[in-house]
């Protein structure tokens, strides 16, 4: 079982991504937990940057609140992270996790590079 993102990529500050994790689970793991979005940026310690609840709300790291829209599909397993308006600091890595009392599942993640 593990998270796997994509939509990641080569882009210009000012430009937007849709980043996506799809568990590769059961869809009552999805169902049934929050999702975590996490950064890990070059030389640094990762960082959350966001939660999508199970009823789909959500709360954002100040350093991408008003730039970013988390979403979920239980359908398709996925959640998604739209991302506007990019800057330099926010090339990494991108994760997704599932955490709780029974599960902590993460997966091959997504390189973001902002860069002119």
């Known amino acids: 079982v593990q998270l796997q993102a994509s939509g990641g990529g080569l882009v210009q500050p000012g430009s937007s991504l849709r980043l996506a994790c799809k568990l590769s689970g059961s869809a009552n793991i999805f169902a049934r937990n929050h999702v975590q979005w996490y950064r890990q940026a070059p030389g640094k310690q990762r960082e959350l940057l966001a939660t999508?609840?199970?009823?789909?709300?959500?709360t954002y790291a100040k350093s991408i609140e008003g730039r970013a829209t988390g979403s979920r599909d239980a359908g398709e397993k996925t959640v998604y992270l739209q991302m506007n308006n990019l800057k330099p600091e926010d090339t990494g890595v991108y994760y997704c996790?599932?955490?709780?009392?029974?599960?902590?599942?993460w997966g091959p993640g997504t390189l973001v590079t902002v860069s002119s």
């Open positions: 996790n599932i955490f709780s009392l029974d599960y902590d599942i």
């Open positions: 999508i609840r199970t009823s789909g709300s959500t």
